[in-house]
């Protein structure tokens, strides 16, 4: 009886990560209401999601903040552009399918291409909060990085999506799930996105060594 009471007992593990998610992902939603935040929060998300619940390398709250901080110029120009492109399209998704039935051909095709844009804008947000939570990068090279990756590992990317597509429509039948799926998600894309990332980590390459906390190689 005495182990099931030992904090290192798995369920209490698992308990302690499932708050941590909550925790994360209740912090990560007050920081997105003003919108323009998004960007920062995303990229934060990340960091703290990979360095604190998976590495268990220091404090969320204290690893969140310090990424926000950190990212948050280039992060929010990313995240407000990829906002805008994202509303654009889904009125241009919702217009095509509204007038099916009037040109049934054409509307067909622009509606084809319009979820296929989204769905690639998708795919390349996936990468691009990741990568700036990680490497130093313009908001030029993290774009056009993203775009690449997102095609080169397409199978990768699909899986991404695919977590998305079941987080987003998970929280779209019962919103409370917000409390949990953003963090919950991050967690299970970072299994992916955390293979990725180490083929392009230059100490991962090379073997030099580093003065600095490479805590994401471990």
């Known amino acids: 009886m005495s182990g099931f009471f030992n904090f290192d007992n798995p369920v209490f593990v698992f308990l302690g990560k499932l708050c941590d998610v909550i925790f994360l992902s209740l912090i990560w939603l007050i920081v997105c209401i003003p919108i323009f935040t998004i960007g920062p929060a995303n990229t934060a998300l990340y960091y703290a999601v990979v360095k604190v619940i ?5 404090y969320i709250t204290r690893e969140f903040f310090k990424s926000f901080r950190l990212n948050f110029l280039r992060a929010a120009i990313v995240g407000i552009v990829l906002t805008i492109i994202f509303v654009i399209l889904i009125l241009d998704i919702l217009t095509a399918r509204s007038s099916l039935t009037s040109n049934a051909s054409m509307n067909s095709v622009l509606f084809g291409v319009y979820v296929a844009l989204f769905i690639f804008v998708l795919g390349i947000s996936l990468y691009v909060f990741p990568f700036l939570s990680r490497f130093n990068m313009t908001v030029k090279q993290l774009i ?36 949990i799926v953003p963090a919950a998600a991050t967690l299970l894309n970072s299994f992916i996105m955390e293979r990725i990332l180490k083929k392009y980590t230059p100490d991962a390459e090379n073997g030099e060594n580093s003065s600095k906390d490479e805590w994401y190689l471990e």
């Open 54 to 58: 998976r590495r268990e390398r220091g």
């Open 144 to 179: 056009k990085a993203a775009s690449f990756l997102s095609v080169r590992h397409l199978l990768h990317t699909i899986a991404m999506i695919i977590v998305f597509a079941v987080a987003a429509a998970a929280v779209f039948v019962l919103p409370l799930l917000l409390v």
